[in-house]
């Protein structure tokens, strides 16, 4: 059915500002290729060229030996909305194309995948081990939830491979990683971490929301999952919610049963907007990671500026190891302002003309928040220091505007 499915080889290492419509010789289509048409059906409903909108909570049978037949052969078919429509259904073989895997499996949001997948996966007793640079929410319904069912979570300094190995026991079921990971955007040796897993048979999952299938491909390194919050690039409009875990067949379908069940899926509307998006994903994508660049090093060279996290730039403690594994380095940039309090750094976000104040990432319309108020507000200073949340920290999400226009607002607005 799908006219265009291939596994796509590791992105080839470039500077993120080449154009990079440039998937190795001999091995098929492109990544563009790939992302507008992977997935699809050559001949749609109505003849038309885009995918339908099913609006459709349940799906007719022709007869009861129809059903019986759909039960007994289990052949492809819809049933009722909760176990899946057509659309999310496209969505997810062109998301496991894109990424490289057997299976990608759809949910509501971001968080509706991670939690869907750690719950399909753990049993009381189990053990999961996170590097500790890690979305607050992930950390949260691990410490928090998990414990609830006498799962336990440990946490281990982000890149201390020999840690997070003294912490397996026979109990661990599972590795934790963000990469790069928010806000600090540290990258994680997916070989060497793939490689911890194999060793002590312990599957291993990546949360590459920051990075895309496009700059990093985690399952050709030997990562079991990857999770995307496609709410952020792979939607891309910063107009809807969506989340995804890739991985094999197999090690997915407790998964995909437990989502039927709990009921986490997206609508068909917003699996159409998610297709949509994807249309454009590799143009997006270069963009981000050109303006991403452009700014970090605009600010790096910035006399108001105490320091820059980006990954693409030399003085990035994981330059080396982002440009091993990396095509591009995204859109996103973090920096400090020099000799700033809280309420200086405020007034910088507060002066900006095109970034909009707001929390997520990915998506068309650059984004700017200061994490010690956005996501941090409420803990204390101790806590803060320990994640490296410092008061004079912006978190910069750069759309796809214009370079110039995002560097002359910064410029404006470090000046006032
Ligand atoms: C946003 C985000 C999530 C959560 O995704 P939602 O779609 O908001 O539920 C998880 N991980 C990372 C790295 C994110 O940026």
Redesign the pocket.
């Given at each position: 059915m799908a006219s265009i499915t291939r596994t796509p080889t590791r992105p080839p290492v470039s500077t993120p500002t080449e154009p990079a419509s440039d998937e190795s010789p001999n091995s098929g289509p492109g990544f563009s290729t790939l992302s507008v048409h992977a997935g699809e059906a050559r001949q749609k409903p109505g003849d038309a060229v885009t995918d339908a909108i099913f609006c459709a909570s349940t799906y007719t049978f022709p007869s009861t030996q129809s059903i019986i037949d759909f039960i007994e052969e289990e052949h492809e078919r819809e049933e009722y909305g909760r176990y899946g429509n057509p659309g999310e259904r496209v969505a997810e073989r062109k998301l496991a194309t894109l990424e490289g895997a057997e299976s990608a499996l759809l949910f509501a949001?971001?968080?509706?995948a991670?939690v869907g997948l750690l719950m399909a996966k753990l049993n009381t007793g189990d053990e999961v081990i996170f590097f500790d640079e890690c979305?607050h929410?992930?950390r949260e319904f691990c410490f928090k939830h998990l414990a609830r069912f006498g799962v336990k979570t440990l946490q281990v300094t982000t890149g201390d491979y020999a840690a997070m190995e003294a912490a397996i026991t026979p109990r661990t079921r599972m590795l934790i990683s963000?990469s790069p990971t928010?806000p600090h955007l540290s990258c994680i040796d997916l070989e060497r971490f793939a490689e911890l897993g194999r060793k002590h048979e312990v599957e291993t999952l990546i949360?590459a929301?920051?990075a895309t299938p496009y700059n990093l491909r985690p399952i050709n390194a030997g990562i079991d999952y990857v999770l995307h919050?496609?709410?952020?690039y792979l939607a891309g409009h910063n107009d809807l919610?969506?989340?995804v875990v890739c991985g094999s067949k197999e090690q997915l379908e407790p998964v995909r049963n437990l989502r039927g069940i709990m009921g986490g899926i997206n609508s068909p509307q917003n699996a159409y907007l998610l297709l949509r998006g994807l249309k454009t994903f590799e143009l997006r994508m270069q963009r981000h990671n050109a303006n991403g660049l452009a700014v970090a090093r605009f600010l790096e060279q910035h006399p108001r500026i105490e320091k820059v996290y980006y990954p693409g730039l030399e003085s990035h403690d994981y330059h080396d190891m982002a440009k091993r594994y990396m095509r591009g380095y995204g859109g996103l940039v973090t920096f400090c302002v020099k000799d700033a309090d809280w309420r200086a750094t405020a007034d910088v976000i507060d002066a900006v003309r095109i970034p909009r104040i707001a929390p997520?990432?990915g998506g068309v319309e650059t984004l700017i928040e200061q994490p010690l108020v956005m996501s941090y507000y409420k803990q204390t200073p101790e806590d803060r220091a320990r994640f490296g949340i410092s008061d004079n920290m912006i978190r910069l999400a750069c759309g796809i505007e214009d370079a110039a226009d995002l560097i002359a607002d910064l410029e404006q607005a470090l000046a006032q």
């Amino acid at each position: 059915m799908a006219s265009i499915t291939r596994t796509p080889t590791r992105p080839p290492v470039s500077t993120p500002t080449e154009p990079a419509s440039d998937e190795s010789p001999n091995s098929g289509p492109g990544f563009s290729t790939l992302s507008v048409h992977a997935g699809e059906a050559r001949q749609k409903p109505g003849d038309a060229v885009t995918d339908a909108i099913f609006c459709a909570s349940t799906y007719t049978f022709p007869s009861t030996q129809s059903i019986i037949d759909f039960i007994e052969e289990e052949h492809e078919r819809e049933e009722y909305g909760r176990y899946g429509n057509p659309g999310e259904r496209v969505a997810e073989r062109k998301l496991a194309t894109l990424e490289g895997a057997e299976s990608a499996l759809l949910f509501a949001s971001g968080m509706a995948a991670f939690v869907g997948l750690l719950m399909a996966k753990l049993n009381t007793g189990d053990e999961v081990i996170f590097f500790d640079e890690c979305y607050h929410r992930s950390r949260e319904f691990c410490f928090k939830h998990l414990a609830r069912f006498g799962v336990k979570t440990l946490q281990v300094t982000t890149g201390d491979y020999a840690a997070m190995e003294a912490a397996i026991t026979p109990r661990t079921r599972m590795l934790i990683s963000e990469s790069p990971t928010n806000p600090h955007l540290s990258c994680i040796d997916l070989e060497r971490f793939a490689e911890l897993g194999r060793k002590h048979e312990v599957e291993t999952l990546i949360d590459a929301t920051l990075a895309t299938p496009y700059n990093l491909r985690p399952i050709n390194a030997g990562i079991d999952y990857v999770l995307h919050s496609a709410t952020k690039y792979l939607a891309g409009h910063n107009d809807l919610l969506a989340g995804v875990v890739c991985g094999s067949k197999e090690q997915l379908e407790p998964v995909r049963n437990l989502r039927g069940i709990m009921g986490g899926i997206n609508s068909p509307q917003n699996a159409y907007l998610l297709l949509r998006g994807l249309k454009t994903f590799e143009l997006r994508m270069q963009r981000h990671n050109a303006n991403g660049l452009a700014v970090a090093r605009f600010l790096e060279q910035h006399p108001r500026i105490e320091k820059v996290y980006y990954p693409g730039l030399e003085s990035h403690d994981y330059h080396d190891m982002a440009k091993r594994y990396m095509r591009g380095y995204g859109g996103l940039v973090t920096f400090c302002v020099k000799d700033a309090d809280w309420r200086a750094t405020a007034d910088v976000i507060d002066a900006v003309r095109i970034p909009r104040i707001a929390p997520s990432l990915g998506g068309v319309e650059t984004l700017i928040e200061q994490p010690l108020v956005m996501s941090y507000y409420k803990q204390t200073p101790e806590d803060r220091a320990r994640f490296g949340i410092s008061d004079n920290m912006i978190r910069l999400a750069c759309g796809i505007e214009d370079a110039a226009d995002l560097i002359a607002d910064l410029e404006q607005a470090l000046a006032q």
